[in-house]
C-alpha cells in the first residue's frame, strides 16, 4: 500500500508540473504574435511602430475585453492547476500517514475524501465552461454570429485616389470599424476554439496556422483582453482577381486573466475575390518590427 501511494504521488506531482509548463505557453492571441501567410512592405518609415501609452488604472480596471464581452464568467486555464495540485499535496500526506505508521486504514481514508474532492471539484469546472455564452458586443455595437467580412465601400479600385495608395470614395471609416469588430471577434473564437467561426474569416492557409497552434495548446479554452485597440488603413489594391486591404492594428491587450497589458503591432492583410463572390478573408498577419 505504501508503494502504492508513493507511486501516485509521483505520478501527480509529475502531472502538476507538466500542466504548469503548459499553462505558460498556451495563451497566445490570434496568431500568436507571429507573421504568417501574406506579407507586403506596406509600412512606411514614417509609420513605424510607436509604443501605446500605459492604460489607466480605469482602463485596467474595465477592459473591453473579448472573453469578458463574450461570457461574464469563464475558467481561466489555470483553473485545472488548483484540483491537482491540491490533490498532489494530499497524495503526499496520505503517504507521509502510512510512513509513519498511522495505518494503512487511515491513508486510504485520506486518499478516498482526496479523490473524492478532485472529482467534485473537475465536474464544476466541466459544468460551468458549458454554460451558454452570449453574441460578442464591442464598443456597444453587435455583431451577427453569421456575418461575414463583407464591406463593400464604392469605386473599389477604381481610378483616382485620396492618398498614395487607398481609392477615391474608400469608405475608410466604415472598413476600420467593421474591421476592429472582427478583430475582437476572432480573438474571443480563438479563444473559446471555435475553428469554424475563424475558417469562414480566413484563407486557407492562415486558417491551417491558427488550427495548427489551437492544436498545440492541446484544444484549451483561454482569455484575451483587448485594452485599447486602433485601426489604421494603410492600403488597397487591385491585383488580378482579387483586391488587397492591408490594416494596421495596435494596442494593448493581455494574453491571461488577470496580467498586465502589453502592447501589440501587427498588419492584417485581407483579400477580396475581385467578382465580389465572397467577403474579405485574412490572408496574412505581419507583425510590425
Given at each position: 500500500m505504501k508503494k502504492t501511494l508513493i507511486t501516485l504521488l509521483a505520478a501527480a506531482v509529475t502531472f502538476a508540473g507538466l500542466g504548469f509548463g503548459a499553462a505558460d505557453a498556451e495563451a497566445k492571441r490570434l496568431g500568436g504574435g507571429k507573421s504568417f501567410g501574406m506579407s507586403r512592405n506596406t509600412t512606411a518609415p514614417s509609420q513605424q511602430a510607436v509604443p501605446p501609452k500605459p492604460a489607466s488604472?480605469?482602463?485596467q480596471a474595465a477592459p473591453a475585453s473579448a472573453a469578458s464581452a463574450t461570457a461574464a464568467t469563464q475558467p481561466g486555464k489555470r483553473g485545472w492547476l488548483g484540483p491537482v495540485a491540491g490533490l498532489a499535496a494530499g497524495l503526499g500526506l496520505a503517504a507521509l500517514a502510512a510512513h509513519l505508521g498511522f495505518g494503512e486504514e487511515m491513508a486510504s481514508f485520506l486518499m478516498i475524501l482526496l479523490l473524492v474532492g478532485g472529482a467534485f471539484l473537475l465536474f464544476r469546472l466541466l459544468t460551468r465552461?458549458?454554460?451558454p455564452q452570449p453574441a460578442l458586443r464591442y464598443a456597444g455595437a453587435a455583431l451577427p454570429r453569421d456575418e461575414p467580412m463583407r464591406f463593400d465601400p464604392p469605386n473599389l479600385g477604381a481610378g483616382g485616389t485620396v492618398s498614395a495608395a487607398i481609392p477615391a470614395g474608400f469608405d475608410?471609416?466604415?472598413?476600420l470599424r467593421q474591421?476592429?469588430?472582427n478583430f475582437v471577434r476572432l480573438q474571443a473564437a480563438n479563444d473559446r476554439g471555435e475553428?469554424?467561426?475563424i475558417k469562414s474569416f480566413t484563407t486557407p492557409e492562415v486558417f491551417a496556422e491558427?488550427?495548427?497552434?489551437?492544436?498545440?495548446r492541446g484544444r484549451a479554452s483561454q482569455r484575451t483582453d483587448v485594452h485599447e485597440l486602433e485601426a489604421e488603413l494603410l492600403e488597397v489594391a487591385s491585383e488580378p482577381g482579387r483586391h488587397i486591404a492591408?490594416?494596421?492594428?495596435?494596442?494593448l491587450l493581455s494574453e491571461e486573466r488577470d496580467a498586465a497589458p502589453t502592447p501589440f503591432d501587427e498588419v492584417w492583410h485581407l483579400t477580396k475575390p475581385a467578382d465580389g463572390g465572397?467577403?474579405?478573408?485574412v490572408a496574412g498577419i505581419q507583425q510590425v518590427a
Open positions: 488604472p480605469a482602463q465552461s458549458r454554460q475608410v471609416e466604415g472598413f474591421a476592429k469588430l475553428m469554424d467561426d491558427i488550427q495548427m497552434q489551437y492544436e498545440e492591408s490594416v494596421r492594428f495596435r494596442g465572397s467577403g474579405w478573408t
